[in-house]
């Protein structure tokens, strides 16, 4: 059965006291953004951090007219992709990026754009995480409309009131239609500022040229309470085909829930013991053993798969950051359970939000009264997104290809499953199922 288918500074006169014995230290081409230059370890789902020995440069400004050599470096730091410069918020000498003033920045930044003269949206995430006093970033972009999307880890340097995003490596498991940028590179920074927080483009650059300066793009997005519902590695930018759990059923003593890895494995728990906020499961369906443990853990979800008899499941953590709400449809056209309906004039859901889709957007609408799997009763729906709206018209060509009719008087039903589309700041659509009867 056919379905709808659907992320520097100005170089001042330092004073460097450093005594190295196994690092090889740049000066030119290593410099970090941030006044302290911290080397500190990057959080993966599937390992263990690796210890890193912190180095700290420590820099002082002078008093006196800034050199040539400073000068020239300054003008080096520019973001010359962007057209625009920027020099990054100093770092206090006492603040490596391992402390906790770097609390504030840790949570969820999204940025959507509007594609000028295009009908689609390039979307950006930023999900900065702690774990074990270290931060770390996963930078997600996703271009739609030219097929290109990204997922990569950053270290974070700086402070309270600046921080900087420098490449680590790409995401590993998932996919990166191209790798433009390499390790080291500056990706993007944030500044506090009175008003909330300002982006500088580095590597990353907008497509739009009004928005490659500096600005207000990204704003934050607010986790739900709860372990309850829908949750996701990232945000769900492929709907159906995200690695993601639902939690279904939650009490002191157990836990129901089902669990999609991308394309690898399906499971579904009923009222597993939970004891001391980790479940053990075992699932022995068609002799592929599985066996792995869910944690609740400071507002996340820990999936870990300790023994598997699946050649392509991998052993080892998978990280549940981000949890999203659902958000239903306020206005149909028609209405459900509609009569005399011209399916010529289309069919209309309004979300009162603008939506994007998770997965190619095609639809079809089939008989109410024919049996699921059925081949008979389909007819091939166009799919428009419009702002708040999904618009429905009958594609003319494939029904003439498939020897598809619209009949008059017939009970159709039109089902939109949850997931297939997403809301800037990355909450899904509830399914739900709209009936009519032609005229």
Not at 149 to 164: E, F, M, P
Not at 302 to 314: A, G, Q
Not at 362 to 389: F, H, L, Q, R, W
């Amino acid at each position: 059965m056919r379905s709808l288918m659907l992320l520097c500074t100005s170089f001042m006169v330092m004073t460097i006291v450093v005594f190295l014995t196994s690092c090889n230290l740049q000066t030119d081409s290593m410099i970090s953004p941030s006044k302290d230059i911290v080397a500190s370890p990057i959080f993966t789902p599937s390992a263990s951090p690796t210890t890193i020995p912190t180095v700290t440069i420590k820099m002082e400004t002078p008093k006196s007219t800034p050199t040539e050599a400073q000068n020239k470096n300054q003008i080096e730091l520019q973001q010359n992709d962007t057209g625009s410069s920027y020099t990054p918020t100093k770092v206090s000498q006492s603040t490596p990026s391992t402390s906790q003033n770097l609390d504030s920045w840790v949570g969820d930044y999204i940025f959507t754009e509007d594609i000028d003269s295009k009908d689609y949206t390039k979307f950006y995430e930023v999900f900065i995480t702690k774990e074990k006093n270290d931060y770390s970033a996963k930078i997600t972009t996703d271009d739609s409309g030219v097929g290109v999307y990204s997922s990569l880890q950053a270290k974070i340097n700086g402070d309270r009131n600046h921080i900087d995003f420098i490449l680590s490596g790409y995401s590993p498991y998932e996919t990166n239609t191209s790798k433009p940028y390499n390790p080291g590179d500056h990706l993007l920074g944030f500044t506090k500022t009175d008003t909330g927080f300002s982006t500088h483009w580095g590597k990353i650059v907008p497509a739009n040229d009004t928005n490659k300066v500096v600005g207000t793009y990204f704003k934050i997005r607010e986790n739900s309470e709860g372990y309850v519902g829908h949750w996701y590695t990232s945000i769900p930018h492929t709907g159906g085909n995200s690695t993601t759990i639902k939690i279904t059923e939650l009490t002191k003593s157990s836990i129901s829930f089902h669990l999609y890895i991308t394309r690898t494995y399906s499971y579904d728990g009923v009222n597993i013991k939970l004891e001391n906020n980790i479940a053990k499961f075992v699932d022995n369906n068609n002799d592929d053993e599985t066996i792995g443990t869910i944690e609740l853990s400071n507002n996340k979800l820990i999936v870990n798969i300790e023994k598997t008899n699946i050649p392509i499941l991998h052993i080892g953590r998978t990280v549940f950051n981000y949890k999203v709400s659902e958000f239903k449809a306020t206005h149909l056209s028609p209405n459900n359970a509609a009569t005399e309906v011209d399916l010529g004039k289309g069919i209309e859901i309004d979300f009162d939000r603008r939506i994007s889709p998770t997965l190619n957007p095609t639809a079809m609408i089939t008989k109410a009264n024919v049996p699921s799997g059925s081949e008979d009763g389909y007819v091939e729906m166009n799919v428009k997104i419009k702002g708040n709206k999904l618009i429905f018209l009958p594609d003319y060509d494939a029904m003439k290809l498939f020897h598809e009719v619209i009949e008059s008087g017939q009970k159709y039903q039109l089902a939109i499953d949850e997931g297939y589309f997403r809301d800037d700041v990355g909450n899904i659509n509830s399914g739900f199922l709209l009936e009519f009867t032609t005229k």
